[in-house]
Nanobody, 115 residues
């Protein structure tokens, strides 16, 4: 059983930065991967960034060079550092923990980027 709680969302101007945090109630060492997803207005949910148990990372092309995913196993926390934010980054961001049989999701945190 894993519960995920995101925080750090808010309103920021284009070009600004924001850091999202996802705290897990259980050990994230047991997860195959952790990730951040987002769903913007009128858009489908998309994979933003993932990090495996081995530390490998992957990013959506739209955020490469701007976003960084990281993990602190001791704190059971995953972060998403977002730099040079653009209006198209506006979305609800969700934290996800992937296991072999189940995926667990947080409640989401709103990120709004103004022009």
């Amino acid at each position: 059983q894993v519960q995920l709680v995101e925080s750090g969302g808010g309103l920021v101007q284009a070009g600004g930065s924001l850091r999202l945090s996802c705290v897990a109630s259980g050990s994230i060492r047991r997860a195959n991967a952790m990730g951040w997803y987002r769903q913007g207005p009128g858009k489908q949910r998309e994979d933003v960034a993932t990090i495996t148990s081995g530390g490998s990372t992957n990013y959506a092309d739209s955020v490469k060079g701007r976003f960084t995913i990281s993990r602190d196993n001791a704190k059971n926390t995953v972060y998403l550092q977002m730099n040079n934010l653009k209006p198209e980054d506006t979305a609800v961001y969700y934290c996800m923990a992937a296991f072999w049989a189940n995926n667990f999701w947080g409640q989401g945190t709103q990120v709004t980027v103004s022009s």
